[in-house]
């Protein structure tokens, strides 16, 4: 009895360690689709081998060959490195720079697209220069395409003479190719840190995508406001001087997010919500990060911004039409 459970427990490690294997192997694609599967299928006939020998009274040759195997994709594994030269999607071409002289601070490669349909666009990336002393809004963006429990999160700055620049913590995609939460744990994509205008980071989404968005206005004093900008603008630095894995649970679109905002507020509680992105706006609101005097329904009721992105359209005062009526933005979107 003893024995048969050593073996069963041995054929699950052995099939769960190579179902891994053969992921590992499947996401690489920079190889090609037949000699993935040409590898995939021998390291599963391996397997088939290995398990007959197992359960024949061999476990010590089995633990040896699958050990020297394992032992080799690790090293090929450890190979992989992320790069900041490939071939990539017109919007991920770039990774947004920035820097600061006083209160002057300089955007490179600040997206600014003009989209009609995700394959019909306009390419601008400009750079664009910013009064930090003129700061006064940090706005979160969230964007749904389906599930409720997951959402874009985008942040928005605004300042006083009018100009807003989102910052978004994207999956750096090559050109053809598609997001995937499994090739995510598999090293598949770089990460990437991109400043846009809100008619392109916004729009798209709504307009284009046919996602859905909401915003709420952020309870943060001008001074750590500018702290969170600045750590988007150093974070986006690093990024472009040393590129990284994107990984599906860290680091992710939120948890980069999340680092960079703890660093200003250290007292931030780890929160499954900061994984289950679509419940981020309950996380901020128990953390009483939200505009005060609205329960959280109402906030995500009336800073649903999708209708008035599509009616806003490429209207130069886009980002004032889509807060009209959002808590925080009542008064301000108005005049």
């Known amino acids: 009895m003893l024995r048969t459970l050593l073996l069963l427990l041995l054929s699950t490690v052995l099939l769960t360690s190579s179902v891994w294997a053969m992921l590992a192997l499947y996401f690489q694609q920079a190889w090609g689709t037949l000699p993935r599967l040409l590898l995939m299928a021998g390291w599963c006939l391996a397997m088939m081998v290995l398990v007959a020998l197992l359960w024949n009274g061999r476990p010590w040759l089995v633990l040896l060959v699958y050990g020297l195997m394992f032992a080799a994709l690790l090293a090929w594994w450890h190979t992989l490195k992320p790069s900041g030269e490939r071939d990539w999607a017109d919007d991920l071409a770039h990774i947004t720079t920035g820097e600061v002289q006083g209160d002057r601070l300089t955007l490179h490669n600040v997206r600014n697209f003009d989209w009609r349909t995700p394959q019909d666009y306009d390419i601008r990336w400009e750079s664009r220069e910013y009064d ?10 969230t964007s ?22 989102v910052f978004s913590v994207e999956i750096r995609r090559e050109r053809g190719e598609e997001f995937s939460e499994i090739g995510g744990f598999f090293k598949q994509f770089e990460l990437s840190i991109i400043a846009t205008d809100e008619r392109d980071a916004v729009r798209v989404r709504t307009n284009v995508r046919d996602e859905d968005a909401y915003l709420y206005r952020i309870g943060l004093n001008p001074r750590d406001g500018r702290a969170l900008l600045l750590s988007f603008v150093d974070e986006a630095n690093r990024l472009a001087a040393e590129p990284r894995f994107y990984h599906t649970i860290s680091p992710n679109c939120t948890t980069l997010v999340f680092g960079m905002a703890r660093k200003i507020l250290p007292h931030l509680p780890r929160d499954y919500r900061l994984l289950l992105t679509g419940y981020l706006p309950e996380y901020i609101k128990q953390l009483d990060g939200l505009e005060k005097g609205y329960n959280l329904e109402e906030l995500r009721q009336r800073g649903r911004i999708t209708e008035r992105a599509i009616q806003a359209g490429s209207d130069p005062d886009f980002s004032r039409l889509i807060r009209r009526g959002v808590p925080g933005w009542d008064q301000a979107s108005d005049e």
């Open 132 to 141: 930090l002393s003129r700061l006064h809004s940090v706005d979160m963006i």
């Open 144 to 165: 749904y395409w389906g599930r409720r429990a997951i959402a874009h999160v985008l942040v928005s700055f605004g300042f006083d003479d009018g100009q807003f620049v």
